[in-house]
């Protein structure tokens, strides 16, 4: 079984950063896909960012330039900078790993971006 935690979640103001950690509980994520999701309230979950099992990277139109995805396999963490954050942009994160055709999900965690 793969457990993913999310953490790094929170409030900030519009224009600040924060960076979220997935962590993996699995012997190495290396050769998994990641990505980060977000879901705000009464809307469907949508695709962030990804980041290949080689470092490819792919960002949603809006985010790009805000946004930046990477991963740490020594650690088993993957993470995503946001910056200049905008009130559209509160929802709940989620990580996602893809392992031979398999997604496993953490939990969640709620960034709310507001003055």
């Known amino acids: 079984q793969v457990h993913l935690v999310e953490s790094g979640g929170g409030l900030v103001q519009p224009g600040g950063s924060l960076r979220l950690s997935c962590s993996v509980s699995?012997?190495?994520?290396?050769?998994?896909?990641m990505g980060w999701y977000r879901q705000a309230p009464e809307k469907q979950r949508e695709l962030v960012a990804t980041?290949?099992?080689?470092?490819?990277?792919g960002y949603v139109d809006s985010v790009k330039g805000r946004a930046t995805i990477s991963r740490d396999n020594a650690k088993n963490t993957v993470y995503l900078q946001m910056n200049n954050l905008k009130p559209e942009d509160t929802a709940v994160y989620f990580c996602?790993?893809?392992?031979?055709?398999?997604?496993?999900w953490g939990q969640g965690t709620q960034v709310t971006v507001s003055s």
């Open positions: 980041i290949t099992w080689d470092g490819s990277t």
């Open positions: 996602g790993a893809t392992l031979s055709g398999i997604v496993y």
């Open positions: 699995i012997f190495s994520i290396s050769n998994m896909n």
